[in-house]
């Protein structure tokens, strides 16, 4: 999988769980909506596993 980060106030590029820089915590964020700002200031996520669809 392609190393996707994103930031606090971008929209997400995927949907999936992503993990905060320097955490272990893992959060769900949902395609074309913007990531929130955290209460810790963590400001950058990684994708680690996307949403998978079945059709």
């Not at 769980?17 to 915590?25: E, H, I, N, R, V």
Request: charged share 25%.
């Amino acid at each position: 999988m392609k190393n996707i980060k994103v930031k606090t106030g971008q929209k997400a590029p995927t949907s999936g769980q992503y993990k905060a820089k320097g955490s272990s915590t893992e959060v769900t964020f949902i395609q074309g909506k913007r990531v929130p700002p955290t209460h810790t200031g963590v400001t950058e996520f990684t994708l680690i596993d996307k949403t998978k669809h079945s059709k």
